[in-house]
C-alpha cells in the first residue's frame, strides 16, 4: 500500500511543478512585453520631411536550472 502512495505521489510532483514553470512564462512574457517598444516619428519643416523609426524588442530568457543565474555581478563605475 505504501508503494501505491509512494508511486503515486511522485508521478503527481512534476504535474504540480508545470503549472509554476508556465506561469513563470507567461510572467516573463508579460515582462518582456512591458520593454517592447515601437516609435515613428514624422517631423516636417520647411518643406524638409524627417522620419524616424524605433523598434525595441524584448525577448526572455528564462533558464531551467536557476543555479544558472549566478555569477560575478559588477558595475565598473561602483567601486567600494
Known sequence: MRTVALVTLLAACPAIAAPQQ????SRAQ???AAFSKQKHLVAEKHGV???RYKDVRSEPMVKQDITEYS????VPDWEM
Do not use: C, F, H, T
Open 22 to 25: 508556465s506561469s513563470s512564462q
Open 49 to 51: 520631411r524627417k522620419e
Open 30 to 32: 508579460q515582462i518582456a
Open 71 to 74: 555569477g560575478v555581478y559588477e
